[in-house]
T-cell receptor
Framework: DADVTQTPRNRITKTGKRIMLECSQT?????MYWYRQDPGLGLRLIYY???????NKGEISDGYSVSRQAQAKFSLSLESAIPNQTALYFC?????????????????FGPGTRLTVL | KNQVEQSPQSLIILEGKNCTLQ??????????LRWYKQDTGRGPVSLTI?????NTKSNGRYTATLDADTKQSSLHITASQLSDSASYIC????????????FGKGTKLSVIP
């Protein structure tokens, strides 16, 4: 986890506010991801990036935007937060090309950000 | 539809006892299955990976099995410890080396003294 850091770790905000969650990694990986985790649900992919300036939508991108400013940094923004965006948010990274000795698809997760929207 | 189903949803066991967690998947094409451990307040960490040709793999007190014919995997924990209390998540990528992962909802294990 120490190789992938997220800030802030906890955030409480109000409906309509703009929020930015930041992710940094020292693993040297090209690929970075943002996930959301809700109670009783599996992790769901919000956005992913394969390189600087490369941005791709995941399965639940509505209401979110991202920025990949550098290889090591990937930030997630909620332009106008709403209560159903209350969740745990995880950043993850993976290597490319995939390493066969690690199964080719291991993703390394940060410690998460607990976001509460009132 | 690509799905990963885990059971039970939650489990409470006494310290020192064994337990088995189940994972059924319908992800296609299949290349491997990975078990992650997620401690409370932390991100998931990979425990073990099972490739198509593997049936059993151990990592200390953790033993994973895979039956690719029935599309089932299990994670067996032997001589449980308090530190095993966590959520265990089964994850299957959509193809070899794919970044697209299908996550199970996890099994929340509580080990009590």
């Amino acid at each position: 986890d120490a190789d992938v850091t997220q800030t802030p770790r906890n955030r409480i905000t109000k409906t309509g506010k703009r929020i930015m969650l930041e992710c940094s990694q020292t693993k040297g990986h090209d690929r970075m991801y943002w996930y959301r985790q809700d109670p009783g649900l599996g992790l769901r992919l919000i956005y992913y990036s394969f390189d600087v300036k490369d941005i791709n939508k995941g399965e639940i991108s509505d209401g979110y935007s991202v920025s990949r400013q550098a290889q090591a940094k990937f930030s997630l923004s909620l332009e106008s937060a709403i209560p159903n965006q209350t969740a745990l948010y995880f950043c993850a990274t993976s290597d490319f090309p995939p390493r066969r000795d690690r199964g080719g698809n291991e993703q390394f997760f940060g410690p998460g950000t607990r976001l509460t929207v009132l | 539809k690509n799905q990963v189903e885990q059971s039970p949803q939650s489990l409470i066991i006494l310290e020192g006892k064994n337990c088995t967690l189940q994972c059924n998947y319908t992800v296609s094409p299949f290349s491997n299955l990975r078990w992650y451990k997620q401690d409370t307040g932390r991100g998931p960490v990979s425990l073990t990976i099972m490739t198509f040709s593997e049936n059993t793999k151990s990592n200390g007190r953790y033993t994973a099995t895979l039956d690719a014919d029935t599309k089932q995997s299990s994670l067996h924990i032997t001589a449980s410890q308090l530190s095993d209390s966590a959520s265990y998540i089964c994850v299957v990528p959509r193809g070899a080396g794919s970044y697209q992962l299908t996550f199970g909802k996890g099994t929340k294990l509580s080990v009590i003294p």
